[in-house]
């Protein structure tokens, strides 16, 4: 068996103490997506940034499944409302294949095609199928349940114009066996020993994924900083505008590089609110840092939606918000 260097995993590209590691949620927000998408392209290039996309989402599915597993069959117990199925939705079916007895081989699709929807909306449409977080993810829970080397490959996008975003998930042998030129390109960008060891030795810590968000209370008056991420509430106006032009004379704000906007209750005034929100983004992006908003209640989604200058990311849950919060400023100081 050969040795895996300790270092391996960082060689990747990944640091085991991301952020970006521990949570995929994130990572199936359509408007995150986006961002991550065109990022990737601008900075690697299609093909490097499609494979950096493969990994990260290999990472996620094979923690998942290794967690829905340790679950099912270990002592620990999952925690009360957790969740230990796939983070991502797929529908799989069995598929005949004569090429190794024995061989796994599945067929499916993503019914929600998020990716694909984040591509289109970032790049537009794609002369070669987009979902490779998703065919990444796939193949790590796939790998992670079933305790087999397995790659999905998209077969069918709907970024292309397909009606479907489906796949074909087969033993890495197989695909070998097969000669498939897009296949054997993957597979040497997916060391599945080294990524499973990696999972192994961090899942608990992989869990822990959710710093200072037991102290914030949805609707609280209390500007919170932890480090890169700042949490304040909008109370309308001038309020949160004067909070943040004097937070930003504070020395100890000049880390802070994601705030998160906290409109829970808020309704929204077309007129008053909309400006001061717009004067608000454009205040923080000043800083050179990014806006989230959360917990926006229905009646304030139609006014957020005509703003002109737009936040990075809209999320409905607070906690949410701040876990993507943390991962951006993670993104921020680890560019793959």
């Known amino acids: 068996m050969n040795q895996i260097p300790p270092d391996a995993i960082g060689v990747l590209g990944f640091d085991p103490e991301a952020v970006l590691l521990k949570e995929p949620g994130i990572l199936l927000d359509p408007h995150f997506l986006s961002a991550l998408h065109a990022e990737l392209r601008s900075e690697l290039g299609e093909s490097d940034a499609n494979l950096t996309l493969l990994q990260m989402g290999f990472l996620h599915g094979l ?3 290794m967690r829905a597993v340790n679950a099912a069959f ?46 289109l909306a970032a790049l537009g449409e794609s002369e070669h199928p987009s979902c490779f977080l998703s065919a990444g993810y796939t193949s790590g829970w796939l790998t992670g349940t079933l305790d087999a080397d397995i790659l999905a490959l998209e077969s069918s996008c709907s970024a292309c114009g397909a009606g479907s975003c489906g796949f074909s998930a087969r033993d890495a042998s ?53 480090g890169p991420v700042m949490v304040i509430p909008f109370e309308g106006g001038d309020g949160a505008l004067n909070a943040v032009e004097l937070i930003g004379r504070d020395p100890a704000a000049c880390d802070v590089s994601v705030v998160v906007v906290d409109l829970s209750g808020a309704v929204l005034d077309e007129a008053f609110d909309a400006i001061a929100l717009e004067q608000l983004v454009e205040l923080i992006e000043a800083w050179g840092a990014e806006v989230v908003f959360a917990a926006a209640s229905p009646l304030a989604e139609a006014t957020i939606a005509d703003l002109e200058r737009q936040p990075l990311l809209i999320q409905k849950d607070l906690a949410e918000a701040i876990t993507a919060a943390f991962q951006l400023a993670n993104a921020q100081r680890n560019p793959a």
């Open 63 to 65: 923690q998942d499944g």
């Open 174 to 226: 197989v695909w070998r066996e097969s000669g498939d030129p897009t296949a054997l390109k993957i597979l040497e960008a997916l060391p599945f020993a080294v990524f499973r060891a990696f999972v192994e030795a961090n899942l608990t810590s992989l869990d822990d994924c959710r710093p200072a968000l037991d102290r914030v209370d949805p609707g609280s008056s209390i500007v919170h900083i932890w």
């Open 74 to 119: 270990g002592s620990g117990q999952p925690e009360s409302g957790s969740s230990v199925g796939p983070s991502l939705a797929f529908q799989l079916r069995a598929r005949v294949d004569h090429s190794e007895p024995g061989a796994i081989s599945l067929n499916g699709h993503w019914p929600e095609q998020i990716e694909a929807t984040a591509h």
